[in-house]
């Protein structure tokens, strides 16, 4: 929010809500919303690689397995939390579908692109 002077307006102590209000009138809210299921979250600063465990390595599985239930040549992948020899396979697989380096590593991109297919396919992201 540097544009308009809302940057100087940060420096003297509004917050979000009374920067937005200067500019936009005392109308204005933000409006909250209980945390939604099944959005992904975001990647985890570091690479997933085979010896690799956790929840990040389980969410990445249960995406990847979601996305194997449609791209059917990902072999599927037990969403265990432990980055074995399987799910190494099935990044690879994954990678070479969507055009990314076949590492079996999943890094930023590999890791976003999962994102972006996982929610294509499941439709969370569709307003119902």
Not at 47 to 62: A, I, R, W
Request: proline residues 5%; hydrophobic residues 35%.
């Amino acid at each position: 929010m540097t544009q308009w002077g809302s940057c100087d307006l940060g420096q003297r102590g509004y917050s979000p809500i009374e920067i937005l209000r200067y500019f936009y009138g005392d109308s204005i809210y933000v409006n909250t919303a209980e945390q939604i299921s099944g959005i992904p979250a975001s990647w985890p600063g570091y690479d997933l690689t085979v010896g690799s465990s956790g929840p990040k390595v389980q969410q990445m599985q249960e995406q990847l397995d979601t996305i194997a239930t449609v791209y059917s040549a990902i072999p599927r992948v037990n969403p265990d939390g432990i980055y074995g020899e399987r799910t190494a396979d099935a990044v690879r697989e994954f990678q070479s579908i969507f055009g990314l380096p076949q590492t079996g590593v999943v890094n930023f991109a590999t890791w976003y692109k999962i994102s972006h297919i996982y929610v294509g396919i499941t439709r969370i992201a569709e307003l119902v």
